[in-house]
């Protein structure tokens, strides 16, 4: 009797096994689908309507959501009447450089009433990241926020949060940007400065007619929320914090880091930082703030844009409390914070941080001033590294590299300044011409890089936020003045040193980063201050295939824009 049940029991015992089996395979890549509509619509802020460039009418657009080992395909459509590009800012594109975005330097732009289709894995990468036009200032409304999810079943590591919120901050001008950009290259100078930051796209009730152009979450008491906050300003670091409240920051730029509580943080052009806040204070309405900080003698928009963090159950007239946030020009508060960034470096998120080096770079950052016969005094703004003010090319760098177009670019950028001089000493005023060409440099596949970046007092010292494509990299080591190739890589952290795609090099300093080449492709690094992008302080890797079969640019795909 007993066998007879044990027999008739086999395939349901069968059954239970396999949906055990099920239950534990890793869940399959799903594929995520997503549609751009790039489109003008008309917005209103700040009492002004005006038609600005949206993607499916949205301000921020839409927010891409995938997981690690995803693929992520957005097919883009062109109904606006300028050219367009899109960047997936941070995603590594692994040896898929057609995905990444930048005009001119990975494919050539996206034509009115054309379409292309941006087709990428997610692969090892989870956290944070963002989209945002890659041609002209169109990024100063075509923006919005990528979350990746880690892996299914995998947690973070981190106090679970309740809920999460994206905080995307940005700048608002009230007459059309290109045409402010237009006006600036017209006469050689900085054009305008913006109206107003925003979060969300609202400037908040600071700024007039704002009242109903303001961000707000409901938090309820005791509960902890993530906020995955990101800089989409086109020229602003900006300084964030939450009256009343700390946060502990947790990851940026999609990737972990040792937790550590602040009650601001500072954030620069491209950057992510995501933090957890608890609902832990009496409850009411608090005021989120973002204002910018800025430690050169130059002009920015130094208003303050709000949104308000409210208690559930809060009525809407009790009034906000403004965060006391650093000073404008707080650097020991900059200095500190960044000091306090760290991978996690755990066995799960190691910090496979190159121990050697096989190239050592040194570039310098420098404005300039070069003759302009139409400009109003005769002469134009330019920056430069090494000396070198990038120009762009008419048709993709990637194109060129894959099928070996011969003369779209040189490949002889140096690998150090023409001439050392004191970076930081007194301000250079005299010969601030620079060269100009389409230079990249050569990179071995696989090779470790070590690159300086070193602010330099032509015209003035300035802090400059720099991403490089198509990798994440180690920062080891910063510091204010000249850097000292004899003393100063004794004190580089080697051991758990933040891993970004995008730096802040400190005004009057210089910053050191390393990474290893394994993706090949070419690769733009720039200044993600759109200001310093557009006067020439840009330049790009051209990164080697490998020997193996896995290490070689892959073909492009069948819908790559013509040029």
């Not at 038609?51 to 301000?59: D, L």
């Not at 300028?82 to 040896?95: A, E, V």
């Not at 299914?152 to 901050?169: A, D, K, S």
């Not at 302080?537 to 069948?558: H, M, R, Y």
Request: aromatic share 10%.
């Amino acid at each position: 009797m007993a066998m007879g049940k044990i027999l008739s029991s086999g395939p349901i015992l069968l059954f239970l096994l396999y949906l055990v089996a099920l239950v534990s395979l890793p869940a399959a890549a799903a594929v995520k689908r997503y549609q751009f509509d790039v489109q003008v619509k008309n917005v209103s802020r700040l009492c002004h309507a005006k038609p600005i460039v949206t993607v499916n009418g949205m301000f921020p657009g839409p927010t891409i959501y995938a997981r690690d080992g995803d693929r992520v395909v957005i097919n883009v459509t062109n109904y606006a009447q300028y050219n367009m590009s899109i960047h997936w800012h941070g995603l590594k594109q692994l040896r898929n450089g057609w995905a990444d975005g930048p005009a001119y330097i990975t494919q050539c732009p996206i034509q009115n009433g054309h379409s292309y289709t941006y087709d990428f894995n997610v692969t090892g990468q989870r956290g944070t990241l963002w989209w945002h036009a890659h041609i002209f200032w169109l990024r100063a409304t075509v923006y919005g926020a990528i979350v990746i999810m880690p892996k299914q079943g995998t947690p973070f590591p981190f106090p679970q949060p309740y809920r999460e919120t994206n905080i995307v901050l940005g700048e608002w001008w009230n007459n059309d940007v290109e045409e402010v950009v237009k006006q600036g290259n017209k006469l050689g100078l900085p054009p305008n400065t913006s109206d107003a930051h925003t979060i969300n796209g609202k400037p908040g009730p600071l700024f007039p007619c704002s009242e109903k152009h303001t961000f707000a979450m409901e938090v309820e008491q005791g509960k902890t929320y993530l906020l995955r906050i990101i800089n989409a300003a086109l020229n602003d670091e900006l300084f964030f914090a939450v009256a009343g409240h700390n946060m502990t920051v947790v990851e940026i730029d999609a990737v972990y880091t040792k937790p550590f509580t602040t009650q601001a943080i500072l954030i620069a052009p491209g950057q992510t930082t995501n933090v957890l806040v608890q609902a832990n204070q009496a409850p009411g309405r608090y005021f989120m703030a973002a204002r910018p900080f800025m430690d050169a003698p130059l002009t920015v928009d130094n208003k303050t844009a709000t949104a308000i963090l409210q208690y559930k159950g809060i009525p809407n007239t009790i009034l906000p409390v403004l965060p006391k946030l650093p000073l404008p020009n707080d650097t020991a508060f900059a200095l500190s914070y960044n000091a306090k960034l760290r991978s996690l470096n755990s066995p799960l998120y190691p910090a496979n941080v190159p121990l050697r080096v096989d190239r050592r770079l040194f570039y310098t950052i420098g404005l300039g001033i070069n003759p302009c016969p139409t400009c109003l005094n005769g002469t134009r703004l330019t920056a430069s590294l090494n000396n070198i003010t990038f120009v762009m090319p008419h048709i993709g760098l990637l194109q060129a590299h894959y099928f070996n177009i011969k003369g779209v670019y040189t490949t002889d950028f140096p690998d150090r300044p023409p001439q050392p001089f004191n970076y930081t000493g007194a301000p250079l005023t005299a010969n601030l011409g620079t060269t100009s060409g389409t230079r990249l440099s050569k990179i071995a596949f696989n090779s470790t890089v070590e690159l300086v970046l070193q602010d330099t007092n032509l015209l003035t010292v300035e802090s400059h936020p720099f991403h490089l494509h198509g990798y994440n990299f180690f920062v080891v080591g910063t510091g204010i003045g000249n850097f000292d190739p004899a003393k100063d890589p004794s004190k580089f952290n080697l051991v758990d040193p933040p891993e970004r795609n995008t730096v802040g090099v400190p005004t009057g300093g210089w910053t050191a980063i390393r990474f290893r080449a394994d993706n090949p492709g070419v690769w733009f690094m720039h200044c993600h201050l759109e200001l310093h992008t557009g006067w020439g302080l840009k330049t790009a890797f051209v990164v080697e295939n490998g020997k193996g079969p896995d290490q070689s640019i892959l073909p492009p795909p069948k819908d790559l824009p013509p040029c």
